[in-house]
């Protein structure tokens, strides 16, 4: 698994930091951690380099050194392309047994995350917003919604630092992938949390593949000795779940073409359901 | 060159399916497996170079998989692959001898690499 943590300089990130040292203890992920400056020259913003290093500091002392697989080896002499048609060869510090980057990028900053998410093959992005319904980063910036509007993979968007004891997971859709159940999988075993499953329907229809798809879940979750707990919910009171009954509790989405959600809600309800959720979010792909 | 023998062991048979084809792509033999228990009677009668082994499985699980290929055979090479994975697991498993351990959901090419790896070292370059 790859995990790419995009943060900036505000305490929402650290939140956001803290979960994926979280996820990285258990899966040993390959971790990259990413922050954007707004400077032309990301070296000449010292506040997001700055923070950057701290986090890395966090995340590397989180181990103890015998146990981190994160803890750098020898340098290792590897060419390095520095311009199209130009390599140079540069001394790399190669993990021991998994890789871990920290990155500067320059730019707008949800492009500059889904184009790193995409480059170096994340399965999984985590970050941080403030708390509150707009779901931002500071100075007003909507990345985060944008990012998980947008990216080609998972996104785990932190809101607080908070325990998590029930996923809730809401099921929309006959076709998930192999890759969100995995992901909600590692969830269920980082938080230690119990899973509850939500069919969504649409004025009591449920579409045959939706229901299947909710009996063959329950079934995988039974075999493997996952608590599961599976109910049915119209689609219009989904909302409400959101604003009312989700305290301790990891919302997990599927996002699918087929979405039963996509249909009954206008453009950029994800956006708008994960602004309102008062807690974490795991939005699937 | 003799071609590397590979083992999957998963009881999701999706793992299987996708990762046979993309391992023979690579140009090694693949046996798949669903039951942990076909996968502990057939390394009894096969030595493979690369086991790839899912962890949370009925019955045998992967540990206990991992320990018996690693007693018959030390050279084979053991790679975990887990939708459940904990610190403990992990930790386990390096001092049990994985060649790697690799959380659920993973790329394909994150596989193909680390078995590239894992032949590299067996082939000693």
Same mark, same amino acid.
């Given at each position: 698994m790859r995990i790419l943590f995009a943060?900036?300089?505000?305490?929402? %990130?650290?939140?956001?930091?803290?979960?994926?040292?979280? /996820?990285?203890?258990?899966?040993?992920?390959? *971790?990259?951690?990413?922050?954007? %400056?707004?400077?032309?020259?990301?070296?000449?913003?010292?506040?997001?380099?700055?923070?950057?290093?701290?986090?890395?500091?966090?995340?590397? &002392? %989180?181990?103890?050194?015998?146990?981190?697989?994160?803890?750098?080896?020898?340098? !290792?002499?590897?060419?390095?392309?520095?311009?199209?048609?130009?390599?140079?060869?540069? !001394?790399?510090?190669?993990?021991?047994? !998994?890789?871990?980057?920290?990155? /500067?990028?320059?730019?707008?900053?949800?492009?500059?995350?889904?184009?790193?998410?995409?480059?170096?093959?994340?399965?999984?992005?985590?970050?941080?917003?403030?708390?509150?319904?707009?779901?931002?980063?500071? &100075?007003?910036?909507?990345?985060?919604?944008? *990012?998980?509007?947008?990216?080609?993979?998972? *996104?785990? /968007?932190?809101?607080?630092?908070?325990? *998590?004891?029930?996923?809730?997971?809401?099921?929309?859709?006959?076709?998930?992938?192999?890759?969100?159940?995995?992901?909600?999988?590692?969830?269920?075993?980082?938080?230690?949390?119990?899973?509850? /499953?939500?069919?969504? %329907?649409?004025?009591?229809d449920m579409e045959k593949s939706v229901y299947t798809r909710l009996i063959e879940i329950g079934d995988y979750y039974n075999d493997r000795q996952v608590e599961i707990n599976t109910r049915l919910m119209d689609i219009s009171d989904f909302e409400q779940l959101i604003a009312q009954e989700i305290k301790q509790d990891l919302l997990a989405l599927w996002l699918g073409k087929k979405s039963l959600l996509s249909r009954f809600f206008s453009r950029g309800w994800v956006g708008r359901f994960v602004s309102k959720c008062p807690t974490s979010v795991l939005v699937m792909r | 060159m003799n071609k590397l023998k590979i083992m999957v062991l998963d009881d999701e048979p999706i793992v299987c399916k996708r990762l046979k084809p993309a391992l023979e792509k690579q140009g090694y033999e693949v046996d798949t497996f669903t039951q942990s228990s076909d996968a502990m009677e057939q390394i009894k009668n096969v030595e493979y170079d690369v086991i790839i082994t899912d962890l949370k499985m009925k019955g045998i699980d992967g540990m206990q998989l991992l320990t018996e290929a690693k007693q018959r055979s030390p050279k084979t090479e053991v790679i975990v692959i887990t939708g459940f994975a904990t610190m403990e697991t992990a930790k386990e498993s390096f001092h049990k001898g994985v060649f790697d351990f690799i959380a659920k959901p993973f790329k394909l090419s994150e596989i193909q690499e680390v078995v590239s790896r894992a032949e590299a070292k067996i082939r000693g370059e």
């Amino acid at each position: 698994m790859r995990i790419l943590f995009a943060g900036d300089e505000h305490p929402y %990130s650290e939140y956001a930091l803290k979960e994926t040292v979280k /996820l990285a203890m258990n899966t040993w992920a390959d *971790v990259t951690l990413l922050g954007i %400056s707004q400077a032309t020259n990301p070296v000449e913003d010292t506040q997001v380099g700055k923070a950057l290093r701290g986090y890395r500091d966090t995340f590397l &002392n %989180s181990w103890s050194r015998e146990d981190s697989p994160y803890i750098q080896g020898e340098g !290792k002499y590897e060419w390095v392309p520095v311009k199209t048609g130009v390599v140079e060869e540069m !001394k790399v510090l190669m993990g021991r047994k !998994k890789d871990f980057k920290v990155r /500067l990028r320059s730019g707008s900053p949800a492009r500059e995350i889904l184009t790193e998410s995409q480059e170096d093959g994340s399965d999984l992005i985590v970050l941080g917003c403030a708390k509150g319904a707009k779901c931002e980063w500071a &100075n007003s910036l909507p990345a985060p919604q944008q *990012v998980v509007d947008d990216a080609d993979c998972s *996104v785990l /968007l932190v809101k607080e630092q908070q325990p *998590v004891t029930r996923i809730v997971a809401c099921l929309d859709q006959g076709y998930i992938s192999q890759e969100s159940l995995e992901m909600i999988n590692q969830m269920i075993t980082i938080y230690n949390a119990r899973l509850d /499953l939500i069919g969504l %329907s649409q004025n009591g229809d449920m579409e045959k593949s939706v229901y299947t798809r909710l009996i063959e879940i329950g079934d995988y979750y039974n075999d493997r000795q996952v608590e599961i707990n599976t109910r049915l919910m119209d689609i219009s009171d989904f909302e409400q779940l959101i604003a009312q009954e989700i305290k301790q509790d990891l919302l997990a989405l599927w996002l699918g073409k087929k979405s039963l959600l996509s249909r009954f809600f206008s453009r950029g309800w994800v956006g708008r359901f994960v602004s309102k959720c008062p807690t974490s979010v795991l939005v699937m792909r | 060159m003799n071609k590397l023998k590979i083992m999957v062991l998963d009881d999701e048979p999706i793992v299987c399916k996708r990762l046979k084809p993309a391992l023979e792509k690579q140009g090694y033999e693949v046996d798949t497996f669903t039951q942990s228990s076909d996968a502990m009677e057939q390394i009894k009668n096969v030595e493979y170079d690369v086991i790839i082994t899912d962890l949370k499985m009925k019955g045998i699980d992967g540990m206990q998989l991992l320990t018996e290929a690693k007693q018959r055979s030390p050279k084979t090479e053991v790679i975990v692959i887990t939708g459940f994975a904990t610190m403990e697991t992990a930790k386990e498993s390096f001092h049990k001898g994985v060649f790697d351990f690799i959380a659920k959901p993973f790329k394909l090419s994150e596989i193909q690499e680390v078995v590239s790896r894992a032949e590299a070292k067996i082939r000693g370059e």
